[in-house]
């Protein structure tokens, strides 16, 4: 298969952890008989930097024109410290995932075995722990109307959504359900919000078409309680855009590291790939940040375009680094290894599969793990 794919490596640590995901994908590429044509753009504060605009023509044009997106991670200290600015990095991202009509947000969370004693959870709470969420990503408050009074002492911001808004991404999360445990919780705030009592009626008659699953609702603040006290009973969630953001974050520490959780952004011809975490300016440059979520991304990809046997071979390297300790400090605090040598060690096994006698970790600092 021939897929162009638009890089966009953002801020801070975005570069770093978006080089390793690339380099997953080469190997991909020369393992499978793939052909991956790259190309790299600006968005973020480095744009605003380069350009003044968070997302260049010249970035949303190569997006466009590509067949997906691999996106690194967005934001920067100088602007989240200074609320009167009038230009930020995330406008990019947000008027990116708008101009790309990509108003379904997909996010797995799955409790690695080998990390359980990660979590700050207990473990009979977490080892079950397998769901997705499908968050709504184009509508709501974040790209409702805004307003400030002239004397800046009161402002608001509209949440809206349609009726067709909430179908699509709804027959999104149904057939991912008959296709899991068959088990769909809507998550809203019904008996307070119009907005959510749309999305319960819109919801409820579309679960009409899918008896095969079992449609529960929970009240937002119901839901975050439920998703620390009792993980494994959630299949599918479907939420709207700001509950979904927050939940989500919630969900990433449940195993133990918001750097191991990776998301897809798709819609009806377009399609974007990221990481869940931020920029993490502290640790930018130092060859600490977790690659995994972004390689992980990567294997999203690979099954987003029907390469599931690829998908399938990244994330078995996934497993093997995790069982073999070749992890990142914020997996183990004594580790030794950095993102490059994570996402080397990942790539150079996805061709290798389980078969191995064993392995020389000394050799994996210098950038040549090898088989014994």
């Not at 959510?196 to 839901?223: G, H």
Request: charged residues 25%; hydrophobic residues 40%.
């Amino acid at each position: 298969m021939k897929l162009k794919i638009a890089l966009l490596p953002g801020d801070g640590i975005g570069p770093e952890v978006t080089a390793q995901a690339v380099s997953c994908l080469q190997a991909v590429e020369e393992t499978f008989g793939h052909e991956f044509i790259f190309a790299s753009a600006s968005v973020g504060a480095v744009a605003i930097a380069e350009t003044g605009d968070p997302l260049p023509e010249d970035t949303l044009a190569l997006c466009k024109r590509s067949d997906a997106v691999l996106f690194g991670a967005i934001g920067d200290p100088k602007f989240d410290n200074n609320p009167d600015s009038k230009v930020r990095p995330e406008q990019g991202l947000l008027k990116l995932r708008k101009e790309l009509g990509l108003f379904s947000n997909i996010r797995p969370v799955k409790v690695f075995p080998t990390l359980i004693g990660n979590s700050p959870l207990r473990r009979e709470i977490v080892e079950h722990t397998d769901f997705v969420i499908y968050r709504e990503l184009t509508g709501g408050i974040y790209f409702g109307e805004k307003t400030l009074s002239p004397d800046g002492t009161s402002a608001s911001d509209l949440c809206l959504y349609t009726e067709d808004e909430i179908s699509r991404i709804a027959h999104l999360a149904f057939k991912a359900a008959k296709n899991r445990r068959k088990k769909l919780t809507l998550v809203d705030k019904a008996n307070v919000l119009e907005s959510s009592r749309l999305w319960r009626r819109v919801v409820t008659k579309i679960a009409e078409s899918y008896p095969e699953v079992a449609l529960n609702t929970l009240f937002v603040d119901n839901a975050a309680m439920q998703l620390i006290l009792n993980p494994g009973q959630f299949d599918v969630i479907l939420t709207e855009n700001m509950f979904g953001d927050i939940l989500s974050d919630e969900g990433s520490v449940i195993g133990g590291s918001i750097g191991l959780l990776p998301s897809a952004s798709v819609g009806e011809r377009y399609s974007m790939f990221e990481p869940i975490h931020g920029s993490y300016p502290q640790a930018t440059g130092k060859n600490i940040a977790n690659p995994l979520a972004s390689i992980l991304s990567a294997a999203m990809l690979l099954e987003h375009f029907g390469l599931r046997e690829e998908a399938d071979a990244v994330s078995k390297a996934v497993d093997r680094s995790l069982r073999e300790g070749i992890v990142t400090p914020d997996l183990d605090p004594k580790s030794k290894y950095g993102t490059d040598d994570v996402g080397h060690f990942v790539a150079t096994h996805i061709a290798d599969g389980e078969d191995y006698r064993g392995l020389n970790k000394e050799n994996i600092g210098l950038g040549k793990s090898t088989i014994i």
